[in-house]
């Protein structure tokens, strides 16, 4: 399905450019294009990076800028159990 119609940017693309790292709608931007033209297609872009993000395990909570590196269900700080 296409996200952003302005640059043909499908939701494949946005889950690859996630496990490749992007991490913010401006790494989408940067990366691909997304929602540099009209802007529509921010709020399904992020929707489709976040979704894409909790399926490999990566999880962003409110105030958090980066992914977490590997399932942290209660919380822990990732680098707490070194
Ligand atoms: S639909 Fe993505 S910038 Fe217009």
Request: charged share 15%; net charge neutral.
């Amino acid at each position: 399905m296409y996200i952003c119609l302005c640059n043909n940017i499908n939701e494949t693309q946005i889950r690859q450019a996630a496990a490749q790292g992007a991490n913010s709608l401006a790494d989408l931007r940067d990366g691909l294009g997304v929602a540099s033209q009209c802007g529509q297609c921010a709020c399904m872009a992020e929707a489709v990076l976040e979704c894409e993000q909790q399926r490999l395990g990566l999880y962003r909570t409110a105030g958090q800028r980066g992914p977490r590196t590997g399932h942290q269900p209660n919380g822990a700080a990732a680098h707490a159990a070194a």
